[in-house]
């Protein structure tokens, strides 16, 4: 199977990155207990199979570990990134400050220079978040950042930044068929800034898939992960659970069509998508493997304009999402 199948690279920055990441915030927890030998063997398979892109973060458990782990093991001297991530707690950010955390990554991961590091700020009111991407950025200029990034901020935020000075290669949020937040004001200043969007959440931590399709609509006791729980309550704000079975039903009869599975044409969809750098596939290692399907997203030429018009259809009988990317995250008055 070529590479150019599975994940064909694409500008980010100074990189160039595969267009489908595989993500390791599943092993923060509340998706099962992994087993950390084994993941780091699955690691390696992805990558033998081209997925050569990690996305990590500094509070996603041994995230950082595994992926020095999986350097020291991996089979050959192709090179693979791992996107990490600067989520600190509120407080001063200092120099001194912010280069500990990166010198921390530094050394679980096991490398000289982290590919992308990308900052996450909890409180906008607390504006010393400018002060910590000047240091990510200082630590760019000195070499041990390649791209400093964002994740999980807004539109306004991201133009504060990018005015204060401080240049950003892309945007890490949530983007999906029914959550449209990115649409309505980031991807046109993206475009405009050229700043990508490195999209998660796409398949709706598993709704959307074969697993799903025709099921009836599960009850509290079964959404057994936090994705499911998180993602069922973004279902909910969109539409019913019928609605949704309508959405499955149409993108079931685009994968037939193109001899995929509903997850490649959902994954698919953003992934085509004006700015997207990358879409983030989440992996729960050691407990399933979905290296296969993956693999068949890029195996046929794309979603004609008959078949995004099919899916938009059902989409536009919901309720878009309100607000603007990350707004979850934080308490927002506008």
Known sequence: MAESSIATR???GSLQVPAITIGLWQVAGGHGKIDLERAVQEMKLYA????QSFDLADIYGPSEDLYGRFLKQKNDASHAYGFTKFVPRPGPMPRNV???SINRSLQKMGVSVLDMVQFHWWDYEDERY?????ALTELKREGKILEVALTNFDTFHMNRILSSGCPVASNQVAYSIIDTRPEKKMVPWCLQNNVKLLAYGTLLGGFISEKYFGKHEPKRVELNTSSLAKYKYVIDQWGDWNLFQE???VLKRLAEKYGVSISN????YIADKPAVGTVIIGARLSIAEHIADNSRTFSFPGLDADDVSLIQAVVHKGRPLVGDCGDEYRSIRR
Not at 48 to 51: E, I, K, L
Not at 265 to 268: P, S
């Open 247 to 249: 959405l499955l039903l």
């Open 130 to 134: 400018l002060d910590a991407v000047k």
């Open 98 to 100: 912010v280069e500990a």
């Open 48 to 51: 033998d199979a081209g997925f």
């Open 10 to 12: 694409r500008p980010v």
């Open 265 to 268: 044409i959902a994954v698919r």
